[in-house]
């Protein structure tokens, strides 16, 4: 990029950026540093990145021969800038995504999903959600996705994580066109994580709403509907929405399984809806269980409600419409410990 050539004349000379004042220099050799950095593909520490740009910016009699002070300045502010907001966007197939993988995500924003809680390098239900990856790559993309390359890329980019945190494995092909998505499709990995909230949560009050996603039994990122439901609610006073089918029986809610108690079991839904990790982890360790169709009629009779999701666990619902529930019944301590209990897989 740097090749020598010899400055002739003032025309040049103004094109380098004129004589170049120590200041300049300074910054310039922070250009250089950080560009230096980035295609080495290693990013010193704030500090020696300092002193690394002055030293550098003594070399500059012979480097500003060959790149303007504003065009180095550029430099470093791009290569910052791509390098603070591709750090925290996650890795495509094992690299950092660009921006332009990314748009298509967002613009086509055809692809499929699982979030995973990681505690300390651990999941729990981490081979469901694995099964729940290859499956929804058959049904959206026709494609076959090797589960354990999808371990390896988790781990890949989490690996070095401590704690508690949410980790998202979304499934697309950058490559689909709006307009051709007949297209044989390569599906990628994106790996991205965002932090994990407190558990437990407060009790949540649901508006019900009459809606079915599509493709009930798939994570996709289809989520308009969803969110559009959960945005009238929260515009409403309540803090999420509960979906019901066109003959008042209840499925899900907005992001979460809902499961009710009604003094002796605990009763799922069946239906349209997605099944969720959760809610399959909860009915295998909890005794008193029974999947059945749940009314609207019925939810005044029942004892308690909650919410079950990767990342909220379980969460009670302490009101449906102006149905209240308590949200303090001992089910619900006793699901959460439950739950908790369930040891995670090692990623
Ligand atoms: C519509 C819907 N139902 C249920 C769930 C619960 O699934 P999981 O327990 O796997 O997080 C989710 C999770 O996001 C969801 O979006």
Redesign the pocket.
Same mark, same amino acid.
């Given at each position: 990029m740097c090749r020598r050539r010899p400055a002739s004349g003032p025309d040049r000379s103004r094109r380098l950026g004129g004589p170049v004042s120590n200041s300049r220099k300074g910054c310039a050799g922070l250009a250089l540093a950080a560009c230096a950095a980035s295609v080495i593909g290693v990013s010193p520490p704030p500090a020696h990145r300092i002193v690394l740009a002055w030293r550098i910016g003594l070399a500059l009699p012979m480097t500003c021969h060959c790149l303007s002070t504003e065009l180095l300045l550029h430099l470093v502010m791009r290569a910052d800038r791509v390098e603070c907001k591709t750090r925290s966007m996650g890795e495509l197939n094992g690299v950092q995504v660009t921006p332009e993988a990314l748009q298509s995500l967002g613009l086509v924003n055809y692809g499929h999903f699982?979030?995973m809680r990681v505690d300390d390098q651990r999941i729990r239900?981490l081979s469901q959600?694995l099964d729940?990856i290859v499956h929804d790559c058959r049904v959206v993309f026709n494609s076959d996705l090797d589960r354990d390359h999808v371990r390896q890329l988790i781990r890949r980019a989490i690996a070095d994580k401590p704690g508690s945190f949410i980790v998202r494995v979304t499934i697309f092909d950058p490559d689909l066109q709006l307009g051709h998505l007949g297209a044989p499709a390569k599906p990628r990995v994106l790996v991205t994580s965002r932090p994990a909230a407190d558990w437990p949560a407060a009790p949540m009050r649901v508006q019900s709403a009459v809606y079915r996603?599509e493709l009930?039994e798939v994570?996709h990122v289809g989520l308009f509907g969803?969110l559009w439901h959960r945005r009238n609610a929260e515009l409403n006073g309540y803090d999420d929405a509960l979906f019901i089918d066109a003959s008042s029986f209840v499925s899900? @809610?907005? !992001?979460?399984?809902i499961g009710f108690f009604d003094g002796d079991r605990v009763v799922w839904p069946g239906g349209e809806?997605?099944p @969720?990790? !959760?809610?399959r982890l909860l009915k295998q360790v909890h005794d008193h269980t029974i999947t059945a169709p749940v009314s609207y009629r019925d939810i005044p009779g029942m004892r308690a409600a909650f919410a079950?999701?990767?990342?909220i666990g379980v969460r009670a619902i302490s009101a449906i419409d102006n149905i209240q529930l308590p949200g303090g019944d001992p089910i619900i301590d006793t699901l959460r410990k439950e739950y908790q209990e369930i040891p995670g897989e090692r990623l």
């Open positions: 699982t979030s239900g959600h729940r996603r009930p994570k969803a899900e @809610g907005a !992001t979460w399984n809806i997605l @969720g990790i !959760t809610m079950a999701n990767t990342a």
